[in-house]
Each structure stands twice: as C-alpha cells, then as structure tokens.
C-alpha cells in the first residue's frame, strides 16, 4: 500500500529579551544555577507576574512577518501539572485567546518548488527549569534542579498539518528559524537550546482525507535529528499497521545514538492539563500604535527578497533561496552586486566558493576573512580579463588565507592573464615547432590532438593564458604552412 | 450534572490531594452542587456579551525589560530541604 506521511510541528524559540517574561531576573545563559531565579520564577506565595513589554513586542513582530493578525486582546492561562522542574505547578501560557492568529510561510524545495505552510497560532509563554539527572547528588537517588531557566520568554509556534516528507519538515523548521533571526526576535541558538521542536507525525493510506493517529517526538534539537526521528517513526508507524497493529497516541523521545524513537517512560495518565485564566495576569490589550511602534523597523523579509533576487537579477528560486538563507549573507550578495553589476558571477561565488569556504571553516559571514568588497575585486579582475575563472579560484584561497586583496594578491603571485598576443603567438608557435608528430596527426584529421595542444599552452603558461585567444592563434597556426 | 467517586479520585490525583476514603461521597456532593449552579448560570442569555478573562475590567500593564533581580540564591536555599552545588535536590525523577 502506498502511505502518505502528515507532519505538523511546535516550535519553541527563546525571544530575545533581557530579563524573564514575567520577572526582572536575567536571562543570561550560562550562570551558576539558580543565581538567576528570583521569588516570582520560584513562585513563592504571594509574588505577582507582571508581563515583560518587550516579549510581547518581539511577538508582535513575528505575527505581522508572517502575515498573521495580531490579536488586540489576548489572555494567559494556567497549564496545570506537577514536575519538579515546574515551581509554581503551572506554566503560565496561553491557550484560547493566543496574541499571534493564523499566517503562513514559504518554504523552497531542493527542485526550487515554492510551498506554502500555515502556522495556526503563536504564544506567548513561560519556559521551565532544567532537571539534571546526575549521578551522585547528595550520594545517589536524586535529580538536581536547576531554575535559572524558569520563567524565560518562550513564543510557540504551531504550525498546520501542511507538511508531507521528513525533508518538508526540516524546510520548514529552518525557514521559521531564518525568520526569528532575520527580524531579531530569537538567537535561534539550537546548542544553547534557543530553538526546540515537537513534530507531531502520522501516516495514512494515500488518498485517504482523515488523519491517521498521531505521534509526537519532543524535544529535537538539530535539523538533522528532525529529520532523522521523522524518518524513523514514519517506517514504524507502517511497520506497525501493516502487521496488523495501531498506533497509540503517545509522546515519544528520539535517541540519536541509537536512531530510533521510544515512547517517554512515565506512566502519566494522558495529558489533562486543566487550562484556566490566570486570575494574576489581566488580559492582554494591544492598540494600533502598539503593533506600528514594533515593526516600524522590521527590515526586508527573506521571501519577499528571495522573490527579488528572482526577478530582479534573474537567479532561479534554489540559488535565491540560498542566499537569503541569513540576512548577514544576504546583505553581503547585495553588495558585491551593486559593486559589480554582476548578479550571476555574484550568486556563483556566493554560493560556490565562499559557501564551501565558510562551511569548511566553520564559521558565519560576518566572520568571513573574505569581504564583500574584496569579493567585488576579484569579480573586477575577472570582468575585466585580468585572471581567468580558473586562477580566480586560487586568487580567491588566497585573499582567503589572509594574502590582501585580490589586485595584491594577482601582483604577489604573478598571475595576471597574458593578453599581450605577440608573447603568445611566439609561445604558441615554439611549442608547434616542437612536436612535429602531433602537427602531423591533427592535419591527417585527428581533431582531438588539438586538446594536447592547448594543455601544452596552459602548461607553459602556467594557466594564465586566455583560453579564447589561445584558441584562435592555435587554430591560425595549425591551419597554415 | 453529578459527579461520581471515580471522578474525584481523578481530580484530586491531578491536583496531587490525598483525601480520606470515608469523605469521597461529600466531595462528590459539593463540587456537584457547584457544577449544578453553574449549569443554572448557563440558562441565562449571554449573547453579545464578551467572555470575561478577569473581574476586573483592565487590561495588563506592561513591565519594562529590565533585569531589576539579584542573584538571592543563599536566602532563597535557606528553606530548602536539600540542595547540592547550587541545586535543589528532589527524589530522582525519569523520563
């Protein structure tokens, strides 16, 4: 039988404020634990929330990028349950009255198709304190909690059941990430765990409209292991039905070791969670002013600069995709273009050997030891038949490894294209002079001796003779006597 | 609507109570006279009446973002039962 897979995700991303969403504590990452926890992020009796303006601010901003309405009035609410890690025996969310409503984003597939993918709503909420499950606490048969990290602004972020592959999934999951960076709401730092994702996964037989049952996988902390727990739970859920089993609605957590998912061990009872208004916080009011205040300055959103770069400088949607994959880089394309006029040359190296460079070096574009001035150079010498497109590449190692800018560099390493034909014309004909066999075959009407030729040009040119004018003369020389 | 002796076994588990056996049936009781004058408000007409979210009729103020908290660790610590490198400690939890 033929299966068709339904994801859906829950993103948690960590906005971008100083201190927590209903207290004055910090949220600095990395303090000595429980040093950044104050009375209300205990919840100690009789502490009152009072709301963070700039949490809501930073949620305004992402429901007006994706297009989504922003609810003049919204309302937290109490979500009941008991963990250590959870002082208050309550996470203060929202649940009917969420402050983001419904939009949607574009995701770009590898064969450059655009899809569309709605997100139901975006809250706002509080995020919980960490257990660790250490060995030897206090000699054994505890677990140590760690608050610093209660009370930090969460927005969740739910999307539609909209997507259909693992790789779908991670499109998505990368696409809301390039968001919450690009506007500035989220550092989006997965180690740091800034930005975590549920997917909630079925499968059901093609054609079918009612969903399967579904599974959700907490907790995934890479696009890789979003990928991959899909993947996996995708081949068990039909491995179970097609041996005559159902699938139990469960939560279930992804070991990446052993690549595979397992239900969560606790015994609860399913989720009950008795949502209610919290009687501490009023609702939520939101004005005009309010929202134009906080987009007045949201920059330039990455589809409509992809679609852009698509029309305007004609790049296909994959390669415009990729450059507006980060605001940094996308800025860096935009100004090796307006110093070159030169779009296509500008996204290949952009995206060829710039990319692989930052890849291999592991590092952001901001950090590029390459400029974007600098890049505009090299494209400058090659426009203008100063290097060739293959000595560029080692022109570009060098600028990389620190050598100056591309004019210095072509200067230092003396690989300045020769276009003096004369020096040419006299290279070519002493090569000519010296194989006479192959002159013989290449008249006797073996064409392909002509490749030989050309190879002893570039050698003894040390590749920077111009291909087109090595050519021509070759073709002249040959062609006489 | 009347609520049996399984229903409040659920909800005091949910809400972690222990109640004593011999008083499930008053608690059953009570909490279904309350859920029956509730289903007597629910007679009344609300339409185009807005849903409250608070008795009072304001909505939230807004707190700078500011961190105004210092770190209070050493005091907060003094009423816990066990703490370890900085840590509370609880019975061992899995998940």
């Known amino acids: 039988m033929q299966w068709e897979t339904v994801i859906g995700l829950e993103i948690h991303t960590q906005l971008a404020t100083q201190s927590k969403i209903f207290s004055g504590a910090s949220i600095a990452f990395g303090a000595s634990p429980n040093t950044q926890a104050c009375a209300i992020d205990l919840g100690l009796p009789g502490v009152l929330p009072v709301l963070n303006a700039e949490a809501v601010r930073l949620a305004v901003r992402f429901g007006k990028a994706i297009g989504a309405e922003v609810a003049p009035r919204s309302v937290f609410a109490r979500k009941n349950y008991f963990y250590p890690d959870l002082p208050k025996g309550y996470q203060i969310s929202q649940y009917e009255l969420p402050i983001v409503g419904e939009g949607r984003v574009e995701i770009v597939l590898g064969d450059g198709a655009v899809k569309s993918i709605g997100v139901t709503r975006a809250h706002l909420e509080e995020d919980a304190g960490k257990s660790l499950h250490e060995e030897n606490l206090a000699g054994g048969g505890y677990t140590g909690i760690d608050l610093n990290r209660a009370g930090t602004p969460l927005l969740e972020i739910v999307s539609e059941p909209d997507m259909r592959t693992p790789q779908e999934a991670v499109a998505y999951a990368r696409k809301i990430h390039q968001l919450v960076r690009w506007i500035g709401i989220s550092d989006g730092n997965m180690q740091e765990g800034s930005f975590r994702v549920d997917a909630n996964v079925s499968v059901r037989p093609l054609g079918q409209t009612r969903f399967g049952t579904r599974t959700e996988i907490k907790n995934l902390n890479s696009f890789r292991f979003i990928e991959r727990a899909i993947q996996f739970e995708v081949e068990r859920q039909i491995d179970v039905i097609e041996g005559g089993g159902t699938i139990v609605q469960e939560t279930r957590l992804y070991d990446p070791e052993r690549d595979e998912t397992r239900p969560m061990r606790s015994k609860e009872e399913a989720n009950d969670y008795r949502y209610f208004p919290d009687p501490d916080l009023l609702p939520v009011e939101i004005d005009v002013a309010f929202i134009v205040d906080a987009v007045a300055d949201l ?21 415009a995709s990729l450059l507006t994959a980060g605001r940094e880089l996308a800025q860096y394309f935009e100004a090796v273009v307006q110093a070159t006029a030169e779009p296509k040359l500008a996204a290949n190296w952009v995206n060829g050997e710039l990319a692989a460079a930052l890849n291999r070096s592991e590092i952001e574009i901001a950090r ?7 890049l505009a150079g090299l494209i400058h010498r090659i426009q203008d038949g100063t290097v ?6 080692q022109v570009f190692e060098a600028m990389w490894s620190g050598e100056g800018d591309a004019d210095s560099v072509i200067q230092a390493r003396g690989l300045r294209q020769i276009t003096d034909s004369g020096e040419l014309e006299a290279m070519i004909a002493a090569i000519v002079a010296a194989n006479p066999g192959q002159v013989e075959q290449y008249r006797a009407g073996k064409d392909k001796v002509f490749g030989f030729f050309v190879g002893q040009v570039m050698k003894e040119s040390k590749g920077k003779a111009n291909p087109q004018q090595v050519n021509e003369i070759l073709m002249r020389v040959l062609a006489s006597d | 609507m009347s609520l049996d002796a399984s229903d ?3 909800i005091a588990h949910l809400a972690r109570l222990e109640i004593a056996l011999e008083s499930i049936a008053r608690y059953a009781a009570d909490l279904s006279n309350i859920l029956d004058l509730v289903a007597q408000m629910d007679a009344v007409d609300t339409t185009g009446v807005e849903p409250m979210a608070h008795p009072l009729h304001m909505s939230q103020r807004l707190r700078p973002d500011r961190v105004s908290e210092r770190n209070q660790r050493e005091l907060f610590q003094a009423i816990a039962p066990l703490t370890e490198d900085g840590l509370y400690l609880v019975p061992k939890v899995i998940d």
Request: aromatic letters at 8%; a negative charge.
């Open chain 1, 299 to 319: 920059p330039e959103l990455p589809d409509s600069m992809r679609e852009r770069f698509h029309t305007q400088y004609g790049l296909g949607e994959y390669d």
């Open chain 1, 368 to 374: 590029s030891p390459v400029s974007a001035a600098m």
């Open chain 1, 388 to 393: 060739s497109g293959k000595l560029a590449k």
């Open chain 2, 8 to 10: 409040i076994e659920k």
